[in-house]
């Protein structure tokens, strides 16, 4: 048994839980008038809810205590510090530092890393300037009018996600493109409707040395230069690259003067406060990038600073840990609804399980408890009508967030309405249910002896939820809602003694792929793996000389 398992924190709240496992939420709005006020936080114009939770006034201090027992604030206090927490690569986890408005000095080998990280914001601007006044031509002196963002993972999800979340704040002369996808469809779709006259391609990887971005900026310079008689001069201005590694940036024509920084300490899934962001601003602006950042920055002061019990991040992770390690929820669902959040799921779904989807503690030993969460979702009210039913009348416990904006940036009559009366709906009628009584109530007569029908209408209820509510979805809000779902994953790592910030899992089918790669351009039969991946291989070789009609 580890030590987390069989210690007196982690033993009083398996006792709590047996005592209130069937706690009736419903019954706890009924007898406290006041609970609204009780399980409830503010940060600027963000309002936390998380009242519709199975936890009684008992429930938060128990959780606390277990933070405290894994010394949760010594280690918060080690990431923002620069201490190399990321201990299987010996680094230190610094995108606070990206957004740290304050300037205070950050120390990473003894060198204070915010004078760099101020340069590169500097360069950002200027470049941001030029790209967005026009100042910056293609080879042809046409303006841009097209951004292509070519990265993958934590070098595309975040600043799509962001650039879709905030829209309004775009500019209408400028278009941005994400491609992530090696199969060439991703690319070949996006590039269609492009000119190479006007058209400006970032490429984000931090090696420069990605297979799946590399290959795809490879084929884009190919697309380019097909239709630039193959000048190679043209490239320096028709792409950019965001990375670590000058050869090969410069190796690929890049000018390294049109080379954005980033460092060791920015994990990829964490990174889109980097120049990683750079296609962020180009379409919302470097003011609105910035205001960005110090929403984030607003958060991360909270954190660090707030007590442990009016500590939104700290209690996101806690409320987590209490549905996964106890009442055994496998899942979690993240439900924006705002159509400019609809990437919201698929970015934090990277975010959180290659953070926390880990087997071996800290100190390589097998863990005899549960750990990261299967997150997944899509923004309402289509999710409504796809997968509710499940949360609603499933046999399943699936803990559920909701988000969603006061106002919107679009006045459609009733829209907007419509949206937030079943934002406010659906965690209500979660968390209330409908008792057999309701239903026979509501039925007409000739109905009421129908057992399978009744039976079929009633909501268990009692069903968990979290609910942030805001002014409006602006860059400052939206830095905020990033970094605490940062911070949450940041609280359950530290909770379960995992490193939330490698990732070795998706090593191996990466290595695995690039030996299966060749063999499946040769005329040999493939007896080199198992069985089964023998027998796709060949069968893959046979169905791929059988299809005459492929296209380039």
């Known amino acids: 048994m580890s030590s987390l398992t069989t210690s007196k924190a982690w033993i009083a709240l398996q006792e709590h839980y047996q005592q209130i496992q069937n706690y009736s939420m419903r019954d706890a709005f009924a007898q ?42 010594t280690k918060i206090q080690e990431m923002f510090s620069g201490v190399a927490i990321n201990t299987t690569e010996h680094r230190a986890v610094l995108h606070v530092a990206l957004r740290n408005r304050s300037n205070r000095p950050i120390f990473v080998d003894g060198e204070d890393v915010m004078p760099e990280v101020n340069r590169v914001l500097a360069k950002m601007r200027s470049f941001c300037h030029r790209v967005r006044s026009g100042e910056w031509k293609g080879y042809t002196g046409k303006t841009i009018t097209d951004i292509v963002n070519i990265g993958i993972g934590g070098s595309s999800l975040g600043p799509k996600m962001v650039s879709a979340a905030l829209a309004p704040y775009s500019s ?71 990375s670590t590694n000058t050869e090969l940036v410069k190796e690929f024509g890049i000018d390294t003067d049109n080379m954005f920084e980033l460092w060791d300490w920015v994990g990829g899934r964490y990174s889109l406060w980097s120049a990683v962001g750079l296609s962020i601003a180009l379409h919302i602006g470097m003011d609105n990038f910035e205001d960005l950042l110090q929403g984030a920055f607003e958060a991360d002061e909270h954190f660090c600073n707030m007590p442990f019990e009016n500590n939104i991040a700290v209690i996101m992770g806690l409320l987590g840990i209490w549905y996964n390690n106890f009442f055994g929820a496998q899942s979690y669902a993240l439900l924006p609804y705002d159509y400019s959040m609809r990437y919201f799921s698929d970015y934090l779904q990277q ?100 057992s399978v029908l009744v039976a079929a209408k009633v909501f268990e209820g009692n069903k968990p939820s979290n609910c942030f509510l805001y002014k409006q979805l602006t860059p400052k809000t939206l830095g905020s809602l990033l970094a605490f779902y940062e911070h949450k994953i940041f609280v359950q790592g530290v909770i379960w003694n995992i490193n939330s ?27 080199s793996h198992d069985c089964s991946t023998n027998g796709l291989i060949n069968a893959y070789k046979k169905l791929r000389k059988a299809c005459p009609n492929k296209t380039s």
């Open 32 to 73: 406290d008038p006041d609970r609204f006020n009780k399980f409830s936080l503010h940060l600027n114009d963000i309002l936390f809810d998380y009242s519709k939770n199975r936890i009684t006034e008992q429930t938060l201090p128990l959780l606390i205590g277990l933070a405290r027992h894994t010394d949760l604030e």
């Open 172 to 242: 209408p002369n400028l278009n941005v493109y994400y491609v992530s996808n090696i199969d060439a469809a991703d690319l070949i779709s996006t590039l269609q409707n492009l000119s190479p006259e006007t058209t400006l391609f970032v490429i984000a990887s931090k090696s420069f040395g990605t297979q799946e971005a590399m290959v795809n900026a490879k084929s884009a310079q190919k697309w380019f230069l097909d239709r630039v008689n193959n000048d190679r001069t043209t490239i320096a201005k028709h792409f950019v690259a965001i």
């Open 501 to 527: 910030f490698d990732q070795w899992g998706v090593e191996l089918g990466k290595v695995l792929a690039k030996v299966i790669q060749p063999e499946l351009s040769n005329n040999d039969v493939i007896k």
């Open 351 to 450: 975010g959180d399980m290659e953070s926390n989807g880990k087997s071996v503690d800290m100190n390589g030993k097998r863990l005899d408890y549960d750990t990261g969460q299967i997150i997944w979702g899509q923004q309402g009210t289509n999710g409504q009508h796809a997968f509710y039913q499940l949360i609603h009348q499933g046999t399943k416990l699936i803990p559920c967030d909701f988000l969603a904006a006061a106002n919107s940036f679009n006045d459609l009559p009733e829209h907007n309405e419509i949206l937030v009366s079943n934002f406010l709906a659906q965690p209500e009628a979660l968390m209330r249910g409908k008792t057999q009584e309701e239903v026979l109530h509501e039925l007409p007569p000739e109905q009421r002896n129908d």
